[in-house]
């Protein structure tokens, strides 16, 4: 059970935030139990769909954006996020079950992508302090400074939704993500 209650229906929430979740719904089809939970505070749930939706215009090919998104939860080890982003892997960005795995170990089948993974990964694990050597990895991949800017704004997305998922113990409706084999 969630420590924070998840209001159960888009009617359920503060007016203010019901046309972001009819937002979510048309887009979706449904509207996961993150986005309801976040919409006990509408600011922040227009935020994050704010920030969602502008770094969706970037340049990161939404693939790579689930393979970041895919290894921070892991290195977070938010299971909610695991199983959102399994899920968004598999049926939306059309990854396979091998790049999902290498993805939560922290890297990517495809080399290019491999060195944004690695380097979002770097990221976390160093909470922001990077050497120039994985800035230069990164760029040496073929990342421009842009690209290098929305990795880090990708790590943080996450991050947050790795965090309030973890405070909130936001119930999983997702299929759950396996336990990766060591």
């Given amino acids: 059970m969630s420590r924070i209650p998840t209001p159960a229906s888009i009617e359920a929430t503060p007016a203010a935030a019901r046309p972001h979740l009819e937002g979510v719904k048309r887009q979706l089809g449904v509207v996961p139990n993150l986005f309801r939970l976040v ?34 939860a892991q290195i977070n080890a938010c299971g909610y996020c695991l199983a959102a982003h399994t899920y968004l892997g598999k ?40 050497s120039d050597t994985d800035v230069q990895a990164v760029r040496m991949a073929g990342y421009d400074d ?29 299929p759950q993500a396996q336990a990766l084999a060591a």
């Fill in 39 to 72: 919409a006990n505070s509408p600011s922040a749930l227009e935020g994050y769909l704010a920030m969602s939706g502008a770094l969706a215009k970037g340049s990161l090919p939404a693939q790579t954006r689930e393979r970041i998104a895919l290894a921070v």
């Fill in 91 to 130: 049926n939306a960005a059309k990854l396979s079950e091998a790049e999902i795995a290498a993805n939560r170990h922290g890297g990517s089948l495809d080399p290019k992508a491999d060195a944004a993974v690695r380097f979002a990964a770097k990221i976390v694990r160093e909470r922001g302090h990077v």
């Fill in 146 to 174: 842009a690209q290098i800017v929305e990795i880090v704004q990708h790590v943080a997305l996450n991050t947050w939704t790795n965090y309030i998922n973890e405070v909130a113990a936001t119930e999983i409706d997702f």
